[in-house]
């Protein structure tokens, strides 16, 4: 069958070299290597330092590249060294729109990092339209959405932005992170670039950081960049990644299936008041998601009718444990007030709804009864 046509469960698996060529392995070899021999002067194997590259790195950024539909992968050592990958792309004086709503390293990246630098940075609401257009500047390179966004689940129309960006060179640059290519691939709706927490879905167990960025565009600038500031991805952190990415597929269904059920029963708790999960009807991104995205994905954000609940719910619960991160086979909760979103100030988490009643739960794939009957123990006291 010829390559092009194979399904994303069948790329995930197989990858994209499929084997090592001498041996046959079926797993990608780990090249544990800092560096190569040259057969002469002028004679290179095509791999001299595994910061340049490494064949085990490389065949995870083969393989995220075709995941995402894109021309070039990357692979770097966290989600934060990709995104910084990514922002090294503009100059002092550039604009930058960014999703108000985002993970709080990003919002840390941007403000204590890249303003020193002299990039321009307004945070907007980018499910508003009319607001992305408003916010559009001379200086304006970049739009970066989080769609669905960490922690409220706002859905952004990607196919809409990048209409809004590439008439004025704008690149439309998407953290996929939450979704992952299984259920939605930005490039193929008009973005540019893509970013991936891989410590979240793509690892998928909760034990190794990493970054990805597929592009379409500066291919040259990012490679540039990667091997000149070095945050790459180690050769085994690569393994563990492109092992996680096999089970892919099955993970997150499971994944999403058990959020679904999860978030009609929160809907129906009485000590819980608002739940954001796209899945649901009444979620004002539902359209957009069934449009976009081939899955609402696993991630859901609640708020308790009291500020007090939090520190019982959070001792209560047994089976889901409290801790940062999110989409790994294992149940998270979070307390973004204090945790993932402690750097965004007071009054812009307020105004976006990061409240200190709300919590945001990564689900797993235990089985639902025993996550239901944690909640339910946790919640109704
Ligand atoms: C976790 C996360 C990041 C940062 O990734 P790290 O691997 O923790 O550096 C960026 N974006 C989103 C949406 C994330 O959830």
Known sequence: MKEDCRALETIMVHGSKEKDEQTGTISMPIYQTATFSHRGLNQSTGYDYSRSENPTREELEKTIAKLEGGKSGFAFSTGMAAIDAVLRLFLPKDHVIVSEDLYGGTYRLFEKVYKKYGIEVDYVDTTDIEKIKAAVRKNTKAIFIETPSNPMMRVTDIEKIAAIAEPFKILTIVDNTFLTPYFQRPLSLGADIVIHSGTKFLGGHNDTLSGLVVANKFIEELKFTQTSTGAVLSPFDSWLILRGIKTLALRVEKQQENAIKLADWLRKCKNVNEVYYPGLK???????????????????????????????????????????????????????????????????????????????????????????GDLDRALNF
């Open 282 to 372: 009444e979620h004002k991104g539902y359209d957009i998601a069934i449009k976009q995205a081939t899955g609402f994905g696993s991630m859901i954000s609640f708020t308790v009718v009291k500020k007090e609940f939090i520190e019982k719910v959070l001792k209560n619960l047994e089976i889901i444990y409290f801790a940062e991160s999110l989409g790994g086979v294992e149940s998270l909760i979070t307390y973004p007030y204090l945790q993932t979103h402690a750097a965004i100030p007071e009054e812009m988490r307020n105004r976006i709804g990061v409240t200190d009643k709300l919590l945001r739960l990564s689900v797993g794939i235990e089985n639902i009864n025993d996550l239901i």
